[in-house]
């Protein structure tokens, strides 16, 4: 039997399991010929390959299209694909055993070697897939279970029109943006839609302008301390916010001092139950890591292979999946078993305690579902983590060992509790919680970001009186939306939705996803500061430069986007064919007038008079659609004497004043303004202690 793996550990982790000895760069006896890839051996032809001509970037030669799909071997692999090819030509009457990663882009690096070497003994070719560690008796098994490679062709078809068309984009867009704005852009199927996500969100925070409300908080004395707020009456849309002339909120005010005690007029419970969170999948472990230990996705995803290769204490991560087959409860018991003996005692018995084992049945669906199982079943551990694991690893493995014993736990139940309260005959509303069974959350890592504890509404009764500890009338402001953390974004690829709030195909792959956010911060199109991301000056010009050409803009929208990945997996071939013709139309109806450098600059703000943005000149700040022949919008740096800077500009785009500034009229007398803009033009506001 010849078997292909991809990578080196994996290898020899087969040999270690056979007791086939090394031979050179490969492993050898009589019955087995084990060698492997290093990831991808080969690669898609460049341009330059099909035409050297191509090699200079200009307009007048895209769209590039190739009839036909070409590979070449890696420079620097060349030698190991070298040997895997020796491999296959002196075993060519062996039953092959593709034994690659577990999932579609390991299928694809399977296709890739077989292609090349000239493979054709498809009808005898068997696939090795599993889901535990590779521990000697798994692979033994493995190797007797697998299934006819013809099996999983659909995977390795949708392999290769996922890798054709994230050419044919990156390529073309690449070059056409390219060319078009004077500087290297980087154009990603995928990885530039997120991008759009970030430039929205960003975009949608600088133009966001603050509204001042009122709120009246009180605090009484229950059980525990409960605090309401008072309704405002005339806001049916912000029942507890109040502007500074209501006539409400001025008598509360004048109230602040006499309101001594407060009674519940209604009281209304609503028993709710929380089951505990699936297992993890690798985006869910993603988000999670994040949250806690302030890990990259990438980083994440290296640590759990690890795990997974090296330790052997860890479930396939790659995988998309939060249940486990119907066949997987006796798997789950004896884990179950093994590591409630192996950590008592231990800093992590805390996470065992509460579980119930009577609860490993295959009658419990969020466990055991078959029909929710995605290629390989959710990640959980395999044996008590070894000692010489990394802080890391250690952290990572927690997670994981957490989550295994919370699905087994019981449900939080609560009651959602609701009141109105009558303080001085103004009346209050509040919400809180009873808790009826703490159930999992007692010891539970959630992968939620927000997830706030809510007020203990616990003991309440209706119409009895409570005493009043305070009365306070705080003055807030509303907040535009938060800006992406890794946790989030990772939560919008796995789970976009439209403006209606349905559900679309996910963005890439869990395996894929966390290198597509890497790829970004290497490219330096986004940057990390604490745990939020900022989109960078030069993502800020990549999107802007896309955003004018229709066709792109459509491309990197979110829904548009995952059109295509569920076409993709829907036909294959029409995917490529829409792909094709999205490139040749991108490249027709590019307008070289609209593509004028920014010199690289962030837009300070959305011009008062058109969709574009405005940006600093040398003297003035100028709207990107304007052009010597035809200005827009220009804000001049000095106005009547008076210095206007980047920031000014922000605050007036923002539809707010400047500060006051010290100005002189043309007849030279000096005066105090501040400056904003009405109907696109600036105007004055005098300062009324210095008119």
Same mark, same amino acid.
């Given at each position: 039997m010849l078997i292909l793996t991809e990578?080196?550990?994996?290898?020899?982790?087969?040999?270690?399991?056979?007791?086939?000895?090394?031979?050179?760069?490969?492993?050898?006896?009589?019955?087995?010929?084990?060698?492997?890839?290093?990831?991808?051996?080969?690669?898609?032809?460049?341009?330059?390959?099909?035409?050297?001509?191509?090699?200079?970037?200009?307009?007048?030669?895209?769209?590039?299209?190739?009839?036909?799909?070409k590979f070449k071997p890696v420079k620097k692999t060349e030698e190991q694909l070298k040997i895997v090819k020796n491999c296959f030509d002196k075993r060519k009457k062996d039953v092959l055993l593709i034994a690659t990663d577990a999932e579609r882009e390991g299928e694809l690096i399977g296709a890739e070697i077989l292609n090349y070497v000239g493979f054709n003994n498809y009808d005898t070719a068997k696939r090795f897939w599993v889901s535990q560690a590779l521990t000697p008796d798994v692979i033994i098994a493995g190797i007797k279970n697998a299934k006819p490679l013809a099996e999983y062709?659909?995977?390795?078809?949708?392999?290769?029109?996922?890798?054709?068309?994230?050419?044919?984009?990156?390529?073309? $867009? #690449?070059? %056409?943006?390219?060319? =078009?704005?004077?500087?290297?852009?980087?154009?990603?199927?995928?990885? /530039? &839609?997120?991008?759009?996500?970030?430039?929205?969100?960003?975009?949608?925070?600088?133009?966001f302008i603050p509204e001042i409300y009122y709120e009246v908080k009180a605090v009484l004395l229950g059980t525990c301390p409960f605090s309401v707020k008072l309704i405002n009456p005339d806001n049916?849309?912000?029942?507890?916010?109040?502007?500074?002339?209501?006539?409400?909120?001025?008598?509360?005010?004048?109230?602040?001092?006499?309101?001594?005690?407060?009674? $519940? #007029?209604? %009281?209304?419970?609503? =028993?709710?139950?929380?089951?505990?969170?699936?297992?993890?999948?690798? /985006? &869910?472990?993603?988000?999670?890591?994040?949250?806690?230990?302030?890990?990259?996705p990438e980083q994440t995803l290296e640590i759990a292979q690890s795990l997974y290769e090296k330790h052997k204490c860890l479930s396939y991560p790659r995988t998309p999946s939060r249940v486990m087959g119907d066949g997987n409860v006796k798997l789950f018991q004896d884990i179950y078993e093994k590591l409630l003996s192996a950590y008592k005692g231990s800093p992590l018995e805390n996470a065992m305690k509460a579980a119930q084992p009577e609860l490993i049945t295959p009658n419990n669906k969020r466990i055991f579902n078959t029909k929710e199982l995605q290629d390989h079943h959710a990640l959980i551990p395999l044996a008590p983590a070894p000692h010489s694991c990394s802080k890391e690893e250690e952290n990572i493995y927690s997670l994981v060992f957490s989550s295994f014993f919370t699905v087994i736990k019981p449900s939080y139940v609560y009651n959602s509790v609701s009141v109105k309260v009558d303080i001085s005959g103004l009346l209050f509303t509040g919400a809180g919680i009873e808790i009826l069974q703490?159930?999992?959350?007692?010891?539970?890592?959630?992968?939620?970001?927000?997830?706030?504890?809510?007020?203990?509404?616990?003991?309440?009764?209706?119409?009895?009186?409570?005493?009043?500890?305070?009365?306070?009338?705080?003055?807030?402001?509303?907040?535009?939306?938060?800006?992406?953390?890794?946790?989030?974004?990772?939560?919008?690829?796995?789970?976009?939705?439209?403006e209606e709030g349905k559900r679309l195909a996910g963005l890439g792959t869990p395996a894929t996803r966390g290198s597509i956010?890497?790829?970004?911060?290497?490219?330096?199109?986004?940057?990390?500061?604490?745990?939020?991301?900022?989109?960078?000056?030069?993502?800020?010009?990549?999107?802007?430069?896309?955003?004018?050409?229709?066709?792109?803009?459509?491309?990197?929208?979110?829904?548009?986007?995952?059109?295509?990945e569920e076409q993709l997996h829907e036909n294959a071939d029409a995917f490529i064919a829409g792909i094709k013709n999205f490139v040749e139309n991108a490249v027709k109806t590019t307008d070289m007038a609209a593509y004028t450098r920014q010199n690289c600059k962030t837009s300070l703000g959305k011009c008062p008079l058109c969709p574009g943005g405005i940006y600093e000149g040398k003297v003035n700040f100028y709207c990107s659609?304007?052009?010597?022949?035809?200005?827009?919008?220009?804000?001049?740096?000095?106005?009547?004497?008076?210095?206007?800077?980047?920031?000014?500009?922000?605050?007036?785009?923002?539809?707010?004043?400047?500060?006051?500034?010290?100005?002189?009229s043309?007849?030279?007398?000096?005066?105090?303004?501040?400056?904003?803009?009405?109907?696109?033009?600036?105007e004055f506001k005098f300062d009324d202690k210095k008119k």
């Open positions: 990578k080196p550990s994996v290898a020899k982790a087969f040999a270690e399991a056979l007791g086939v000895p090394r031979k050179g760069g490969f492993y050898e006896n009589d019955e087995y010929c084990i060698t492997n890839a290093l990831g991808h051996l080969l690669e898609m032809y460049a341009p330059e390959d099909y035409d050297p001509e191509l090699q200079k970037w200009v307009l007048e030669k895209l769209p590039i299209l190739p009839e036909a799909v062709a659909e995977y390795s078809r949708q392999g290769y029109a996922r890798q054709q068309a994230d050419w044919l984009a990156g390529m073309n $867009i #690449t070059r %056409l943006i390219s060319l =078009k704005a004077n500087k290297l852009l980087h154009f990603g199927r995928v990885q /530039t &839609a997120v991008l759009a996500a970030l430039y929205d969100r960003e975009k949608s925070i600088k133009n049916d849309e912000y029942p507890v916010r109040f502007s500074k002339e209501s006539k409400v909120l001025k008598e509360a005010a004048a109230m602040l001092n006499k309101m001594k005690t407060g009674k $519940i #007029t209604e %009281l209304l419970k609503n =028993k709710k139950t929380m089951p505990p969170p699936q297992l993890y999948n690798l /985006t &869910a472990l993603q988000k999670t890591a994040h949250k806690n230990f302030s890990y990259s703490p159930g999992w959350k007692t010891s539970a890592v959630t992968e939620d970001e927000d997830d706030d504890e809510q007020e203990n509404y616990a003991s309440l009764e209706e119409n009895k009186e409570y005493p009043v500890k305070s009365v306070t009338a705080e003055e807030n402001q509303t907040e535009p939306k938060k800006r992406f953390t890794y946790s989030s974004l990772l939560q919008l690829m796995e789970n976009p939705r439209n956010l890497q790829k970004l911060a290497d490219r330096k199109y986004i940057t990390l500061k604490g745990k939020s991301i900022f989109i960078s000056d030069d993502g800020v010009f990549l999107i802007e430069n896309i955003l004018k050409n229709k066709e792109l803009a459509a491309f990197v929208s979110l829904p548009e986007t995952t059109k295509w659609n304007s052009s010597k022949e035809k200005p827009c919008f220009v804000i001049w740096k000095e106005i009547c004497g008076a210095k206007v800077s980047p920031e000014d500009v922000t605050t007036m785009l923002a539809g707010k004043h400047t500060k006051v500034k010290k100005c002189k043309k007849s030279d007398k000096e005066f105090h303004a501040s400056f904003f803009i009405n109907s696109g033009k600036i």
